[in-house]
């Protein structure tokens, strides 16, 4: 990440905090599962919330917003369940996680299962529907985000064969709505995400505003309240 990266996630994840504190009355527990160094951790802490965790399967990571003061966990969602109680927590933050597991069903039925009833969740994951993507794939590319494997990714327009994430799950804005009431969440809010820098594509990020058009798809989400915990599958 550059700077300027860093500084575009970071408004991101207060200006998504920052809504549900303001629509969701008082939140007590915040939980950031894929936490990674801590940064929503830290947001979280500074915008009051006094209880804050964090979950991620690097050790690296862990020891570090543990070292910051944070309750964090070493976690693989693809091998086991969150290690929270039931009806626990009042807002979930999962930003870019989604795409790397293989049992998406599992992850979001746990996320589900931690919240109490009426708790909050800010999701977010790239893009498949992209504006991007459905230009270079007419000219026979490989969509930006659907990468063919973990060391390397080949077939993309200007981007190195070695750049991979190892993406394992992709969405389009419509699957992605279908998927989440499908495991029982109700939609409260989706937005479209941007992360353009360059002055120049900008104006492209607001005229493809729209979360089925844009980078990433933003959804918040609410756990219906008196809703009963999801059984994996």
Known sequence: FSFEHQSVATNEIHDAISFILA???????????????????????????????????SERMIERVCSDGFQGAVVNIDRSDLPYETASM???????????VSGTEHLLEEILRVLKPGGWCFL?????????????????????????????????????????????????????????????YEIIKAVGLNTFTNPRYKALAYIFRHPSVSMRVGLYLKKPSGAAPPRSV
Not at 34 to 53: S, T
Not at 90 to 95: E, G, K, N, P, T
Not at 145 to 153: E, I, L, N, P, R
């Open 124 to 184: 977010t994951t790239p893009n498949l529907g992209f504006w991007y993507n459905r230009i270079v794939l007419l000219l026979g590319y490989q969509p930006m985000y659907a990468h063919t494997g973990f060391k390397y990714t080949t077939g993309h327009l200007g981007i190195p064969n070695h750049l991979t994430g190892g993406h394992l799950r992709l969405f389009t804005y419509r699957a992605l709505r279908e998927f989440v009431t499908l495991i029982g």
């Open 23 to 57: 629509n969701a009355g008082a939140v007590q527990s915040f939980l950031d599962v894929g936490c990674g160094e801590g940064v929503a951790l830290r947001i979280a802490r500074d915008l009051g919330i006094p209880e804050v965790r964090g979950c991620d399967v």
């Open 90 to 100: 009042d807002l979930v933050y999962c930003s870019e996680v989604l795409e790397h």
